[in-house]
């Protein structure tokens, strides 16, 4: 397994009236996260937020190229970005343990945080297809050139997780600053992690290949 020191590369935030981010998208131009009570969109390039949808959000946020799905506790929604409305909800795979979310491949992933596991979803009904486990508390998910990979945080420690999508063995990580939570995670399609942070109220950039990858360890 190979393991390194992340990167972060920027943090944006704390947020004005923000006391906690938790799922974390990315539609190909705005960074969306959860603050409890909003979805905001910010732009990664200056920092600022340009949106706010007054919806339930409270954990994990996804895009699949048109909508957006955000959990709201024992449910998801399925909001149009256009217009804020959500035009549909699922139910979740628990009444509000669910964590991170990640559309991929006409699912959705879902991060079930203390019982340590990512759920497959069919986003029409909800109907778990597939579920893998981990070995520490799963926060958000994301999907990036085929690669699976999930955040972690137990106390003050977390690290990003790529892991194998049929087994859930773990093939890489990633580890954060002490300190530097991982609440949400979104990939950007490219060498960017977007990780939401929790009571910080801050967005960190993190590299997906850090430049100081350390020999394998296991």
Request: proline content about 5%.
């Amino acid at each position: 397994m190979k393991t390194a020191n992340a990167e972060i590369l920027r943090e944006y935030g704390p947020f004005p009236g923000v006391e906690a981010v938790h799922g974390v998208s990315f539609d190909g131009r705005h960074v969306w996260f959860a603050t409890g009570d909003k979805l905001l969109a910010m732009d990664p390039g200056d920092g600022k937020t340009v949106r706010a949808l007054d919806v339930t959000a409270n954990a994990g946020t996804a895009f699949d190229g048109r909508y957006l799905y955000q959990i709201a506790n024992d449910r998801i929604q399925k909001i149009d970005p256009q217009t804020g409305e959500v035009v549909g909800t699922i139910p979740a795979p628990t009444d509000g343990c669910n964590s991170g979310l990640a559309w991929a491949e006409g699912s959705l992933w879902v991060g079930e945080y203390e019982a340590r596991k990512i759920h497959q979803l069919d986003p029409e009904t909800g109907a778990i297809q597939r579920t893998l486990t981990s070995d520490r508390f799963v926060t958000g998910v994301t999907w990036v050139d085929g690669e699976l990979w999930h955040g972690t945080w137990e106390g003050d420690v977390s690290d990003l997780r790529r892991v194998d999508p049929g087994t859930g063995e773990v093939i890489e990580r990633i580890e954060m600053p002490a300190g530097a939570g991982v609440s949400g995670l979104e990939s950007d399609g490219g060498d960017r992690f977007f990780c939401g942070g929790g009571r910080s109220a801050k967005v960190r950039a993190v590299r997906r290949h850090p430049g100081e990858a350390s020999a394998e360890k296991h």
